[in-house]
């Protein structure tokens, strides 16, 4: 998983405020069937986007990867070590993302996804080491 920080200066502090509590109030909520959700919807925007990750998203790409993985293989059984805490935090960060109504609308060319990418990011920062015990399991299986 890579370290990085996400530039969220063009984006107000009340827009950033806004995706972090729409991100946790998501996350208290999740269930099995948002799971399930989020898993082919994740997987349907990573096919969409294909290997041209918009440029807010394009750093924090391969984890957001791994992390729609990680919701594919949960909700298939196959993986089942993770922590609820973390499958409903990455289910909640997706389910932003595949969202076609957030606080910024995807459509809007530069700032689209920057609102996104805040919430992968705090999803991230919360499940990182759950994601990299799953990442060194996909490595063996």
């Given at each position: 998983m890579k370290e990085g920080k996400i530039n969220t200066m063009i984006?107000?502090?009340?827009q950033e405020e806004q995706a972090r509590q729409q991100f946790q109030e998501d996350m208290k909520n999740v269930d099995d069937t948002d799971v399930e959700y989020a898993s082919k919807k994740?997987?349907?925007k990573l096919d969409k986007l294909g290997d041209n990750p918009p440029g807010a998203i394009a750093k924090i790409w391969g984890d957001l990867k791994l992390m729609i993985s990680l919701i594919i293989d949960y909700s298939k059984g196959n993986y089942t070590d993770a922590p609820w805490s973390?499958?409903?935090?990455a289910t909640g960060a997706v389910i932003y993302f595949v969202s076609p109504i957030d606080i910024?609308?995807?459509v809007i060319p530069v700032i689209g996804y920057l609102d996104d990418?805040?919430?992968?990011?705090?999803?991230?920062?919360?499940?990182?080491?759950d994601?990299?015990?799953?990442?060194?399991?996909k490595k063996h299986n």
């Open positions: 984006i107000s502090k009340a994740g997987q349907a973390t499958i409903a935090a910024i609308p995807d990418a805040i919430v992968i990011k705090l999803a991230l920062d919360f499940s990182g080491d994601l990299k015990k799953y990442a060194a399991w």
